[in-house]
Structure formats: C-alpha cells, structure tokens
C-alpha cells in the first residue's frame, strides 16, 4: 500500500496557469516552469495538461529534465533550461531542441562554438547574485552575442514576493538598462513579477509556484489534496505517552490513530506537534513527534473511524503547511515523497 494519496487537480492547475496569462497583456506570453518534476506534482502529466490549455514555453532546470518533457511534448514547443548549456549537455541541448539560457562567458563561448545557429538566450544577473551575466561582462560581449541573435533576453527578481522591496525597481531599472532598445524578447518576470504589474512584464512571464496554487498568488485555486491511510488505532490512558522521546502525553483517554506517511515522505519533523490533519471538514492535531514513516493523531472526537485523513486539503493548503513548518510552500510540494500514489483528477471531482 502506498504511504498516501496525491491528488492532483489538473483543471485548477490549468485554471491557474490561464488567470496568470490573463494578468498580463495579449501581447505577453505566458510560459510554464515545470522544473523539478514540475514542483513535485509530476512533470509530464502537468506539462501535457498546461500544453493543452495553451503553454507554448517551459523552461526547466536542468538539459535532463529538458529532454525528458521533449519526449513528452513532442516537436514544437519551447523547451528553456535556466542552468545553460553546462559541459557534457550539448548532445541533449542540440538533438532535442532546448534553448539554453546562456549564463556566462564560458557557456556563451562552448554554446556559439558547438552548436551555432542553434538557439539560445542569455541570462542577465540585474541585483541576485544567483545566476546571470553581470552588467560589465555582458557589456564586453554584448556587440558578438547579439549578431547571433538570441531567442531571449531574461533575468531574475529576487524579492518579487515582497511588493515593497527597493531592490524591485532597481532590478526593474537595470534590466531596462541592459536591454531597453536592442529588440529582442525579454522575460523579467515569475509568478510574483506577474503580480507586480504591467511594468515587469515585457514580452514573457514564467510562472511557477502560482500555476501549482502556492502564494504569492493570492487568488490562485487549491491544486494538491494529500491523503494519508489510518494504519491503526488504539485507546491511550492518561498519562500514558505517544511517539518517540514521549512527545506527547495523555491527560485524558484519548483514541489515536496512526497513519501511513511521516518525514520520509517529505512531511517535516518540524509539524511534530503543530499540525493538524482533517477528516472531511473536522480537525485532529498531530500527536507527538512525525516519525520517518508515521504520523500519530487525535481522533477522539470523532463519530466514525476514518480510513485516512487529510494534511494537505481545502482546510489546509500548501502554504499553511509552510507556515507550520517553518518554510515555503515550494519546499512542501518538491518534498512530497516518491512513495505516495499520484493521482490525477480534473476539478469536479477533487
Ligand atoms: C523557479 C523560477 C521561476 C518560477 O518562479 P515562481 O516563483 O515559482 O513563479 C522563474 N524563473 C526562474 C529563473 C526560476 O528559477
């Protein structure tokens, strides 16, 4: 049995996918990010779905994860990968049409030289400091690499969730700097660019988290519902314990279930005791410490004995997980694990 069911709505990931493109203008195209097994949720169910509602473009971390969603996809599609053309990957890039973002002197010079004529794009560091060219190595080259005409001219904003940071407009000023006027498609903007306005648009938006339902999208439909299997039940006595390290003890009998999944499957020891998991529209906290592979909780109040409970639903999306852990909702779904069973739904029946 697996240690738990992942739904996935592939209609509220589409539907999402859609509002985002409709946040900017129909001159603006909106791509996919789907690295990562598109966050967790499955690269090629995700990507075939996100094509049918109309995504022409997707970029993906690596020339790997690059040629798998070919295989996928087939001919046609933009396929970008945001490392470069990193050594060893020129076969891929050339065989399988991907269009690397090009990130240095060393990948512009090993791209031009294998592979000229094949397609490419540059990534520009405007204020990150994570990838990118900078501004004066890019001056320097600038004059050859346009001649060979690059598909796409892009950066990356590092606080676009943050709607107030400074650094937001300086990067803003200094991509137009580097690119104002050179007549090349220019991308500045993820989901949370998006939701800064038209300004931070230019000609291509890559939204990711908020096609998968994650914040800074506000509005974006609930994607994931992860249910996970009662293994067992058994009455606790007052001050009788649950768990590992006697994480939590009884001071009234008590009816605990135990489920099937635990930090193995990406569910951080860090909800250990804050956590709370949902039959239907009923709450049960977490229990004492997550294990590797089990989860305890509360189902005392409960009129039926559960066959699962819910931890990622309606009552508590990926976000609020974040939050109890600690984290991110981009570190919740890359972390669901490979044991649970995948399932995918279209939204009337999620
Ligand atoms: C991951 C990534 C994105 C997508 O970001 P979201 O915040 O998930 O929308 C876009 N561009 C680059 C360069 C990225 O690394």
Not at 164 to 187: K, V
Request: with cysteine.
């Amino acid at each position: 049995m697996a240690t738990g069911t992942l739904t996935i709505d592939l209609d509220a990931i589409c539907a999402n996918w859609r509002a985002l493109d409709r946040a900017s203008a129909t001159s603006v195209q909106t791509a996919a990010v789907v690295k990562a097994d598109a966050y967790g949720l499955g690269a090629p169910r995700v990507a075939k779905a996100l094509a049918q509602a109309g995504a022409r473009n997707f970029f993906v971390a690596a020339a790997e994860e690059g040629a798998a969603l070919r295989q996928i996809l087939g001919p046609g599609p933009d396929i970008s990968v945001l490392s470069g053309h990193m050594p060893g990957d020129t076969d891929m890039i050339g065989d399988l049409d991907l269009v690397p973002m090009l990130n240095s002197l060393d990948q512009i010079t090993r791209h031009l030289e294998t592979l000229p004529g094949k397609p490419f794009g540059i990534q520009l560091d405007t204020g990150m400091n994570r990838l990118g060219m900078e501004p004066d190595d890019w001056a320097a080259v600038a004059g050859i690499v346009l001649e060979a005409r690059p598909h796409l001219l892009m950066s990356h904003l590092a606080c676009s969730d943050m709607p107030d940071a400074a650094l937001n407009t300086q990067q803003l000023d200094t991509f137009r700097a580097l690119t104002d006027g050179l007549g090349i498609p220019r991308s500045l903007s993820a989901t949370g660019g998006i939701l800064l306005g038209s300004d931070y648009h230019f000609d291509l938006t890559r939204p990711g988290i908020g096609v998968y339902g994650g914040q800074p999208f506000a509005n974006a439909r609930k994607v994931v519902t992860l249910s996970l299997p009662v293994i067992q039940t058994r009455m606790v006595e007052p001050g009788e314990y649950v768990g590992y390290a006697m994480g939590w003890q009884a001071t009234a009998p008590t009816h605990v279930a135990t489920l099937a999944a635990g930090y193995a499957d990406g569910l951080s020891r860090a909800l250990s005791g804050k956590a709370t998991v949902w039959a239907g529209d009923t709450p049960c906290p977490v229990l004492g410490r997550v294990s590797m592979d089990m989860i305890a909780a509360d189902i005392t109040h409960l009129a039926e004995l559960p066959d699962a409970l819910d931890i990622l639903g309606p009552h508590q999306g990926v976000d609020d997980l974040a939050a109890i852990a600690g984290t991110i909702g981009y570190e919740v779904l890359t972390s669901l694990g490979p044991r649970y069973a995948r399932r995918y739904s279209t939204g009337a029946t999620a």
